[in-house]
Structure formats: structure tokens, C-alpha cells
């Protein structure tokens, strides 16, 4: 005998004590179970898809460029997607360094973007690459862009 009373929402048994459950009740309040976990967790637009997922995960990208001292340099990453915006800074250098005595001022830090660019680095158009430079003078007034000195070791970081 099923059961005097069902649940409100999913039609499941619901017994008082004269009512005596059979086998099939339970079979087919499982079936119902099944039924809506099986929907609900197929429903694409209640859960993400493993595509999802993995880019919601995977925003940020890291890696490392030995400067090689020349003036300008294309860094090729192995990024997976598309960057819209990074930085890159010398590993144990301050951002920057001035030097008064000579009225310098070295950059050894840069962010790149889509939309703009700091001295001395910019996002190429692949997104997946960038550009620094190494200046032997001034880019402007006294800065000089120093995002590729010979056996610095540079890291950055590239963000979705």
C-alpha cells in the first residue's frame, strides 16, 4: 500500500503509522529522486560546463624571461588564452631606482593591457605575447625602461 500522504514538492511517499510501505514505494520515490538530481545536475544554465570551469580557474598565467640586453624584445608565453592585461618586474629589484648623480631614473617594473601600457612594455596584438625594452637613453625626460637587462631573470604575470 503507498502511502496516505506525499511530500509537497516531489510527490514522495510520506507515511502515517497504519499505512504499510511495499518495496515499489521506495523503488519509485528513488526513481523520482534519480529523475530530478539527474536534471538538475545536467541543467546548463544552473552549473557551469567544464569549458567554464577551467577559465574561471585558469584567469592568470605566470612565467619567467632571462634580459638578454637588447633594445627591444618580443617575450613569447605559452599562456592558454587570451591576456587582457599583465606585469613583468625584475626578480630582487626594486621597482625602481633613481639615480640622482646622473639624473636617471630606472624602471625594472611595467604593466601591459589592451588599453594602455606603462614605459618600457607593451601587449601585442596576439595577446598572448609581449614586447619590453631596454633603453641605453632616456624614453622620456629621465626614464629609462629597463625590462630586459642582460642575465636579469623577469617574471610576469597575465591576467584573462
Known sequence: MSSTNKTANFGLNSWIGSDKPERIDFNTDNEI??????????NQTAHISDAERYKWNNYMFTGMYYGDGSSKRTVKT????EARVG??????RTISISRF???KHNNYFGIFGLLANSLGV???DDCKSFTVNQSASA??????????????????VMFR
Open 33 to 42: 529522486i534519480d529523475g530530478i538530481l539527474s536534471e538538475h545536475v545536467e
Open 78 to 81: 605559452n599562456c592558454p588564452f
Open 87 to 92: 606585469f613583468v618586474f625584475a626578480n630582487s
Open 101 to 103: 648623480s646622473e639624473s
Open 122 to 124: 607593451k601587449l601585442n
Open 139 to 156: 624614453i622620456t625626460a629621465n626614464e629609462y625602461a629597463n625590462l630586459n637587462e642582460s642575465s636579469v631573470a623577469y617574471h610576469y
